[in-house]
Every structure is written in C-alpha cells, then in structure tokens.
C-alpha cells in the first residue's frame, strides 16, 4: 500500500522528535545544575580581595597563582597556608604581566596557566539560549503534527491491505445488505448510473448500538465492490493544537479523490458531528472540523465516485446539517439479530472452531434474545477458553451454556465464604422470583436457578428468552414487576425479615414503573401522555403537582405488584420450601428439576 508506509514514517520521525525534544531539555538541566553549583562554588570561595592579593604580592608572601585562560577567577596559594584561596581579578592579561614582572624582580611566585573547561563553557552557553532553542524546537513540532493530519487507515489491497470482508461475513442483517446492494453496484459501474441521470447517495449513516456489525457491513461494501476503503475514528480528527481536525479532514477527502472510486468510512462520527455550539475551546475546534467536514461533502464533483459511510451510536446527538440531502442523505439502523440472525451469526464465528457434533445453535440462539453481533462472538470465544481450560477436546455444549452465564451474570465464585444464614436468605430469595415468574402467564419459563455467587449476584434465576419481543404490553409489564419483587416478597414470609439483596430488583421495577407512566403512558390517572422532559421546567405545563402525581403512581403499581408476589407465595409455600430447600442442598437446579415441583 501506498500511502500506509508514508504515514508510518512520519509516525517515527514525530516521535523521534520529541525523543530529541526530551533529551535536549534532559541535557541542559544536567548543564544547569552543573553550571549553577560551580557558579555557587566560585561565589563561596572568595575569600581574597583584588587589593589584598596585590599587597600578598608585592610582600612575598605568594607561593602559586593557578589561572585558566578566558577566565577572571585565579586560584592563589599562600606561603605557609595549606588551603587555597580564590579572586576574581579585574583582567587577565594585565594580571599576568604584573607577576611576571614580580618574578623578574626576584619574587619567587609559580605561575600555572591551564586551558579552559570546555564543558562548562558549553553548559554556560546552552543556558544562555536554552530558552531561543526550546522554543525552535516547539515550532518544529507543531509543524511536524500539521504533517501528520493524514491518519486514515488505507484497504486498497496493495501488499496484501484488503479489508477480506464481504457480504457472505456479515450474518443477520439481510434487509440492510439489500438497501446497500445498490451501493455496491454503483462503486462497480457508475457509468451506467449516470447515464441514467441517478445520483446516488453521497453519505450513509449507519445507525446502532455497540457491537451490532457497523462497522463490519462498512467493510463488506468495500469488499464486494473491491475498491479502495479508508477507514478513520472520529477522535482521531480531534487533537490538542487548533485547526488540526480541519486539516486532517481536508486531507482525508484529497486523499480520496486521488484514488477514487472508493470509501471513506468514519466510525464513531459523533465525536466530530455533535451540534454545534458558540463556545470556545475544545468546542470551538470540534466545530471547525465539523464546518470543514460539511465542506468537503458539498465539495464532491458529479463525476468523483466516493461514497462517505459513517457510523454512530447516539444519531440524535448530531447536527441537523450533516443530516440533509446531499450529505448524509440515508439512515440505516443496525438493529440487534433476530433468532434466526443469531443462528447464523454463531455459525459465521464457528467455522474456526472445534465444536462437538451434538451442538445446537438454535438452542443458544435462543437463549441469547438481545445479544449483539460482538457479544456472540464473545461467547464462542469464552466457550472455546472454558473447553481449553477443562481440556476438552472440543467445545461441548455445557462449555456453551457455562460461557453464556458468564458473559450475562459473571464468573461463578465457589471460594467465596458465604454464612448459612445468607445461604438461606438468598435460597429463599431466588426460589421466589422463580415460583412467582412460574404463576405469571406473560413472564418467560425458569431455566436454571442457582445460589452460587456470580459477579456481583449472590445468586440468579435465568429465564428461557426464545422469542425476541418488539413490542410489551402493559400486562407483561405489571407482570415484570410482579416477578421482579418475587424475592423480595419471599424473604418477607418466609423469614419474617428483609436484606439488602434486592435493591437491584427495586432498583429496576421502580425505573419499569416509572417508564409505564411517564413514557408509556400507562397510568389510568395520568393518560397517554409522555412526561419524560429534557428540562425539568417543561413538567410545568402539565401542572405544579405532577411530579406528586407520577411519584404516587409509581407506587401505586409497585405497591400493587408486591401485594400480589405474596398472595402468590402464600398459596403456594410448601413448593417455596421444596424449592429453597433443594437449593441449599444441591445450589443449583435445573429446569427439568423445577418443573418437577409443580407435577
């Protein structure tokens, strides 16, 4: 590849310039400190006047001057004294004619002459401009960093730079790979497009939250058109000197059209792309890079084939005017796979690994409801590490159900000491949420409790997600905090006291009720009205009281939800026992054990 081998040196020679930078600034510390205790030395020993000297001359009382030529400090050493003395005389030459015509007279005095100390004259003069040459050596940097605005990562297949993805690598977003099919036709013949009159769309944003595969499908239209896709962060544009992120833009966008048809593809676009704003500062910069970014997607000729994907996870925070026709003229969300795009992303990540023949994909499909793209790959890798580890010959499917539990609850904790007492609060606790979840037509079947800590739980109870849900009815959603609240409600009435164990339950029913009034609109008082404001003014003009009246209707359905958790246990506590005490002795039970309570 051309331009990565540019980039990579003027990587190497900014840093070597500020190694050089460090070093020089090291050095004349070393040279200022040195300097500056031979000059404390010379200010202490002066201990002989000028005319004192003369007069020890001229008495004979001189044994030896030692001198250095160019300086004005002479060592002199008298007669019957062992410690020698300093002064600083007026001027040398003049000195030096003056003894020797002392010794012509018969004044025997030993005249040394020395050559200078080279490197205290270089530490003199280095701190005398030590101050012109830090500043030099800024400039030199600064403008070394404007040279390196050009950060974009290059895939145009020379010398192996290919992004080797294609549509076949990208799993579970079949409608999103036929919107962008048109893409890829277009990057392969835009002749035949302009012919026609069309205009494709110059910019793409792709939408969704972490992990979902934005990046990847970015990769795979690359991929399939086979052109040339340069690839930058958003934060890479942004740096510590003004102007730079404008700059690095500019060069982003020339960069491209010398080798276009081609991708420019910004991840993270947030980062430069948020609203605009009048301040100052760091802001100021980011809207700068912003305006140059505009720019440059109005700067397109008709006839440049250059497409600019970015990708975001927040789309409501960026500015309206990246947004509008003629920029990033297409949204396409990357949603979450379904079911059956889970399957086939675990298949996709599978083909490097050694699975056991019985294993089930769909099975782990659907025990997965939610999980991203990333978080898929996650899990196989940790199930290959768990197989690994137990020495395995291939991954079973325990090592799959062990690697899901991890990455959803945490790290099982068999080590950590756990009191009888907290052993049988959080029995009772768990067997509650399960027993209660198992009444509640809306709440999903229990696949597993158990009371061995994992992460941060003292214990869980897993439920079989095999459908994924768009919509909740307001029923699922009573019956949510009915479920949630089940352990609070058994630790109530079987043990006549409560802990600290469930405030993460309280926690997220208090924010589920919440959500059904104030979002959902599902409260009968209130109406289907969303008072989820941004600013807490605009409540205001629903009246002063309403923020009495969501909090009493966030109790009322919390209140009602644990009312009803302890008519469900009390009508059923001889399997709250069963299930409690099954837990104590064996910490875990399974689904087929659960259902065996209720037979």
Do not use: W
């Not at 923020?547 to 009508?571: F, M, P, T």
Request: hydrophobic fraction near 40%; charged fraction near 30%.
């Amino acid at each position: 590849m051309k331009e990565k081998p540019k980039n990579k040196n003027n990587k190497d020679k900014f840093y070597y310039l500020l190694a050089f930078l460090v070093a020089i600034i090291c050095f004349a510390g070393v040279f200022l400190i040195i300097f500056n205790q031979n000059k404390d030395k010379k200010e202490e020993e002066k201990d002989l006047a000028y005319t004192e000297l003369i007069k020890q001359i001229d008495e004979g009382s001189i044994e030896k001057i030692e001198m250095t030529t160019g300086s004005t400090t002479i060592k002199v050493k008298l007669k019957n004294v062992e410690e020698e003395e300093k002064v600083i005389i007026p001027s040398t030459q003049a000195f030096i004619e003056l003894v020797q015509e002392k010794v012509k007279e018969g004044n025997e005095i030993e005249l040394i002459q020395n050559s200078p100390n080279i490197f205290l004259k270089i530490a003199d003069t280095l701190v005398t401009f030590l101050p012109t040459i830090i500043i030099c050596i800024l400039f030199i940097v600064v403008l070394k960093m404007q040279g390196l605005g050009d950060k974009g990562k290059v895939y145009d297949g020379e010398k192996g730079t290919k992004t080797n993805v294609s549509f076949k690598d990208v799993a579970g977003l079949d409608e999103e790979k036929h919107e962008l099919i048109e893409i890829v036709d277009f990057l392969k013949e835009p002749k035949r497009f302009h012919e026609m009159g069309a205009k494709i769309p110059r910019g793409i944003l792709l939408c969704g939250k972490p992990g979902t595969g934005k990046t990847l499908i970015a990769k795979a239209i690359a991929g399939e058109a086979g052109v040339p896709f340069i690839s930058m962060s958003g934060s890479e544009f942004i740096e510590m000197f003004a102007g730079l992120g404008a700059s690095r833009v500019r060069k982003l966008f020339e960069k491209a059209k010398k080798i276009s048809p081609c991708i420019i593809f910004i991840d993270e676009i947030d980062a430069i792309g948020a609203r605009r704003t009048n301040a100052s500062g760091a802001e100021s910069e980011n809207n700068q890079t912003l305006n140059q970014l505009l720019v440059e997607m109005d700067g397109f000729d008709t006839e440049e084939t250059i497409i600019v994907l970015a990708a975001t996870n927040r789309p409501e925070m960026l500015d309206k005017a990246l947004l509008r026709p003629g920029r990033f003229d297409r949204q396409i969300t990357i949603a979450a796979p379904d079911a059956k795009g889970r399957e086939e992303i675990l298949k996709i990540h599978a083909e490097n690994k050694k699975f056991s023949k019985d294993i089930n994909f769909k099975d782990i499909a659907n025990d997965t409801a939610g999980f991203t793209g990333a978080e898929l790959a996650n899990v196989l890798n940790e199930a290959a590490i768990i197989a690994t580890t137990k020495k395995h010959k291939n991954i079973l499917m325990q090592d799959l159900e062990e690697a899901v539990k991890k990455v959803t609850v945490g790290i099982e904790k068999h080590s950590r000491v756990i009191s009888d007492k907290d052993k049988k609060l959080t029995a009772y606790h768990e067997a509650g949420h399960a027993i209660v979840s198992k009444f509640l037509e809306t709440q999903f079947e229990v696949k597993e409790v158990s009371i061995i800590p994992r992460g941060l739980a003292g214990g869980y109870t897993m439920y079989k997600t095999n459908e994924d849900k768009y919509y909740v009815s307001k029923t699922e959603m009573e019956e949510k905090l009915i479920a949630l609240l089940g352990g609070r409600a058994a630790e109530k009435i079987a043990l006549n006291d409560i802990s600290t164990g469930a405030s993460n339950d309280i926690e997220v029913a208090t924010q589920v009720a919440k959500d059904m009034v104030t979002v959902y609109g599902m409260s009968d008082s209130i109406g289907p009205i969303n008072l989820q404001t941004k600013e807490p003014y605009e409540q205001l003009s629903f009246g002063e009281n309403i923020n009495d009246v969501i909090g009493s209707e966030v109790k009322r359905l919390i209140d009602i939800a644990y009312k009803r958790a302890q008519e469900i246990l009390l009508a059923n506590m001889d399997k709250l026992h069963s299930v409690a005490g099954r837990l104590l002795e064996k910490e875990v039970i399974s689904a087929e054990e659960f259902e065996e309570f209720f037979r």
